[in-house]
């Protein structure tokens, strides 16, 4: 076995990050019934910490030729509009798909561009707060999704599986995190949420090239698990009403074992079905996201214009969350669009009557932005004080046929002891394969990059007794993902 590369980490713990709730003042009796409600039963007597998602179009963010203009004032707008909704993950659909060498000339953003808008953007907003997942663009698209996450309160160990919708169109990737329990140290146990980021083809003749897409989606995903966990499925549907077969696949599937659920209709009960915001817009005029602009030349000519006329993005919520079956649960009446007064049909954003939905520097940074509002729901993260998350029902992905990586078997010979054992099939000798192990708070605590010999991999073990995450990947691609325990 060559190593490449080796790195093993010291301890470098996260600064605390975690807010809680004021403990209500109500009897103690009542208190356990409502902990033992929402916690399936636990005696969880701790207050949640709360995950604020959103999904935003931002209309060619990055391009080497934007309509807009300059990157630097549209960093300035992020920076602004991500101050104001503090959120904690953020979808952003639409962007330049970036560069992964100078000859990507298919790509339409520079190399880095998602360090860019940590540095320029993010930083800016939440020093420290924000890290991104590995973005793909298998498809050769020239926008793509890029998803940040706030790396205090979340750890991320990869992409689950990635659709290829064909040439030309995104890549709909489904990316893992766990959530930084503070009991983590003493339970050695938390839980997961996926994320899966969309932008689908639009057009009003679009419908069932839409419905293509989201059907491969969720093929993919029961590729990879027996039914879904705590997952969010959100971005830009171009869904025009809720009988176009995205919207039927997502929240009501043949199988309900994946089955999405759209908060405003379930659980909020705000809406009722069957809902049409394309040929009824005036009926659902504080959920509309786009378009932020009337004009077709102001603030520039890209997108659509018309001000606000339909709602396309959506943050659709599984099973799990909705009833928080493992300590993740929906934030109820939490859905909402930011800027969206519910007086912008047929308005831009910042038209009268006067939008104090936000502060003015806001509603003008979305003005210039995008033509799309920001979605966003809050999220509760339940601390697990008893070790007893419900088991994940994601298939294990070296087992999945079209998983997104390199197709071969590795085993990883677990318990860990001082050494760690990696056994790869042949087909992966002589490739160079990047190794990424953390602990469950998501301290780096070994990056190295290798190549098998004779199908092993053989790594001295410093880890001191815990739970851990190896990821391994091959040019870019997941080949495993495997939780590890030291004895």
């Keep these: 076995m060559k190593v490449i590369n080796r790195q093993q980490a010291n301890y470098c713990p996260y600064p605390p990050a975690f807010k809680y709730f004021m403990m209500m003042k109500i009897p103690l009796i009542l208190f356990c019934f409502v902990s033992m409600a929402f916690l399936g039963g636990s005696q969880v007597y701790a207050q949640p910490d709360t995950l604020r998602v959103m999904a935003y179009n931002v209309l060619g963010y990055g391009q080497f030729n934007p309509c807009q203009g300059p990157d630097s004032k549209y960093n300035a707008y992020l920076d602004t509009i991500v101050q104001f909704a503090n959120p904690d993950i953020i979808g952003l659909e639409k962007m330049g798909s970036i560069q992964t060498s100078p000859t990507d000339f298919a790509y339409d ?81 938390t839980t997961f949420l996926y994320v899966t980021d969309n932008h689908d083809i639009s057009g009003s003749s679009n419908q069932a090239l839409r419905g293509a897409q989201i059907a491969g989606e969720m093929t993919d995903i029961k590729n990879h698990f027996t039914h879904l966990a705590n997952m969010i499925n959100m971005g830009d549907f171009n869904v025009r009403n809720t009988s176009e077969p995205v919207y039927q696949t997502l929240t009501n599937p043949a199988d309900t074992n994946f089955r999405y659920y759209d908060p405003p ?101 979305l003005f210039q932005m995008s033509n799309k509002y920001p979605v966003m729901v809050d999220l509760l993260l339940w601390p697990n004080t008893t070790g007893t998350s419900l088991p994940d029902p994601e298939i294990v992905p070296s087992a999945v046929a079209g998983n997104i990586g390199v197709e071969e078997h590795i085993v990883v010979v677990n318990p860990v002891g001082s050494e760690l054992i990696i056994n790869c099939s042949s087909g992966l000798n002589s490739k160079t394969l990047s190794l990424i192990c953390t602990d469950m708070l998501g301290r780096l605590m070994i990056r190295e990059q290798v190549q098998p010999d004779n199908g092993l991999i053989h790594i001295p073990c410093k880890l001191v007794q815990g739970i851990y995450f190896l990821n391994v990947s091959e040019a870019g691609k997941v080949v495993s993902q495997t939780v590890l325990r030291k004895e």
């Design 109 to 189: 953003a520079p190399i880095g561009f998602q360090d860019s808008i940590l540095q320029y953007a993010l930083n800016l907003a939440f020093p420290g707060r924000f890290n991104y997942c590995m973005n793909t663009n298998f498809s050769g698209s020239n926008t793509e999704c890029l998803v940040f996450y706030n790396q205090h309160k979340l750890g991320y160990l990869g992409i689950v599986c990635a659709y290829n919708s064909g040439a030309g169109n995104e890549d709909f990737d489904t990316y893992k995190f766990y959530y930084l329990d503070p009991n983590l140290p003493t339970t050695h146990d």
């Design 265 to 365: 209709f379930n659980p909020d009960h705000n809406l009722s079905y069957p809902a049409d915001w394309d040929g009824n817009p005036g009926a659902f005029t504080s959920y509309l996201t786009t378009s932020t602009r009337v004009s077709a030349t102001l603030p520039n000519a890209c997108g659509t214009s018309g001000g606000g006329k339909n709602w396309y993005d959506h943050i659709f919520l599984s099973p799990w969350i909705i009833n928080n079956a493992n300590y993740i649960s929906y934030s109820s009446h939490s859905y909402r669009t930011i800027g969206n007064d519910g007086h912008r049909l047929s308005r831009s954003v910042n038209d009268l009557p006067a939008n104090t939905s936000a502060p003015t520097s806001v509603i003008n940074s």
